[in-house]
């Protein structure tokens, strides 16, 4: 089939990878050159979705039915004494109730790394779940707000509670 070359964003090529790429090459027979196997497909998927809701939600107004529909983000829950588990919440100086959710495996790490410290008093239970399950869930429960990616490497997001009902409507 021969080389085709185009000229785009990362998270727009990464996000919309065809299942049958065996190969990538970003920046051919030019230093630096990347090159990315089939199997590696999955995850560069991954991450560029990631990266596209991290952006949306760096704006004004974000593209709800995008946050709606990414589904790939984690929390942390804490087993409960006897059955039934709870959402870890994000720290807050103010001492407000906040879900601390994750877009990607590296802004929940950088959380775990900081509450290892002592800050966590249980062993966490890490779940990754769809957009439109986690929103369904957040909705529901009686917290101030919502903290995406409290503890970097990215900046963290904070929304009003009635963001996961408005996600939710998207």
């Known amino acids: 089939l ?10 727009e090529l990464f996000a919309n990878l065809p299942d049958d790429v065996d190969i990538i ?4 027979y030019s230093p630096p050159e990347l090159r990315y196997r089939g199997d590696q497909i999955p995850a560069l998927r991954q ?4 990266v596209k809701v991290e952006r949306t939600l760096a704006t004004p107004q974000p593209d709800l039915s995008l946050v709606k529909c990414f589904d790939a983000f984690y929390v942390v829950l804490q087993q409960l004494e006897g059955e039934g588990r709870a959402l870890t919440l994000a720290p807050d100086k103010r001492g407000r109730k906040l879900a601390a959710v994750f877009t990607a495996p590296d802004t929940l790490d950088a959380f775990l790394r900081d509450q290892g410290d002592g800050g966590l008093k249980f062993e966490p239970v890490t779940v990754k779940t769809p957009g439109h399950i986690l ?17 970097g490497p990215v900046a963290p ?5 009635g963001f996961a009902k408005a996600v939710m409507a998207a």
């Not at 090459?25 to 051919?28: A, G, T, W």
């Not at 997001?157 to 509670?161: D, E, G, I, K, M």
């Open 135 to 151: 929103f369904d869930d957040l909705q529901h429960l009686p917290i101030d707000g919502i903290v995406f990616n409290c503890a």
């Open 2 to 11: 021969g080389e085709h070359f185009i000229t785009t964003s990362g998270d």
């Open 25 to 28: 090459r970003v920046n051919p």
């Open 47 to 50: 991450w560029a979705r990631a």
């Open 157 to 161: 997001r904070l929304f009003v509670a």
